[in-house]
C-alpha cells in the first residue's frame, strides 16, 4: 500500500511540473461519504457526493466533466470490500464509452475485509467530455466502502481526483 501511494505520489509530483506557471489549473477532486454496494454484478457509475475542490472541472453525483481541451491526469482509489468474498473492479468511462485498458479488479478474500483499489491513466478530453468511474462486483453485498475510525477523518468510499497537464 506504501509503495502505489508513494508512486502516486511521484507521479503527481512529475506530471505537475509539467504544468506552466502561466496556464491557469484545471482540476477536481471529488469523494464519497456514501457505502456503495452492488445489488447484482452488473456496472454502476460510483457516486461522489462532495466535490472537495474543484477550478474548471465539475462533478455531479460522479459525473465529471471537464471545461477545456487537453490531456488529463484522472485517479480513482476506492476503499473496496463487502460483507461476502469476491471480486470488485473499478474502471472509467469517458462519454458513456468504457475505457480499454483501465479495469483494475481485486479479490475480498473475507467477509468485512477491505483494501484500496486504484485505477488511473492519463485521458486526451475535449471541452463537455465527461468522466465516470464505474464499478461491478461478482456478487451482491460488495463494492466500495466507508469506515469511520475512532478519532480519526473518515475514509471515504472514493477518491477521485483529476487536473489537466501540459
Not at 488511473?120 to 462486483?137: I, N, P
Request: proline residues 3%; glycine residues 10%.
Amino acid at each position: 500500500m506504501k509503495a502505489i501511494v508513494a508512486g502516486l505520489l511521484m507521479t503527481a509530483t512529475l506530471l505537475g511540473g509539467a504544468v506552466s506557471a502561466s496556464a491557469a489549473a484545471v482540476y477536481l477532486q471529488a469523494s464519497s461519504t456514501e457505502v456503495q454496494l452492488a445489488a447484482d454484478t452488473k456496472p454502476h457509475v460510483v457516486t461522489m457526493n462532495s466535490t472537495d475542490a474543484a477550478q474548471g472541472m465539475t462533478n455531479k453525483n460522479g459525473t465529471v466533466t471537464v471545461s477545456e481541451d487537453g490531456a488529463y491526469f484522472v485517479v480513482a482509489a476506492g476503499q473496496v470490500g463487502g460483507k461476502v468474498r469476491g471480486e470488485v473492479r473499478i474502471w472509467m468511462r469517458i462519454n458513456g464509452k468504457d475505457v480499454d485498458n483501465s479495469n483494475t479488479a481485486e479479490l475480498i478474500a473475507e467477509p468485512d475485509f477491505t483494501t484500496v483499489l486504484v485505477c488511473q491513466g492519463v485521458m486526451e478530453l475535449k471541452k463537455g467530455d465527461t468522466v465516470e468511474t464505474m464499478f461491478a462486483a461478482s456478487a451482491p453485498d460488495l463494492g466500495l466502502i466507508v469506515k469511520k475510525p475512532a478519532g480519526e477523518p473518515i475514509v471515504t468510499s472514493i477518491i477521485f481526483s483529476a487536473y489537466k497537464i501540459n
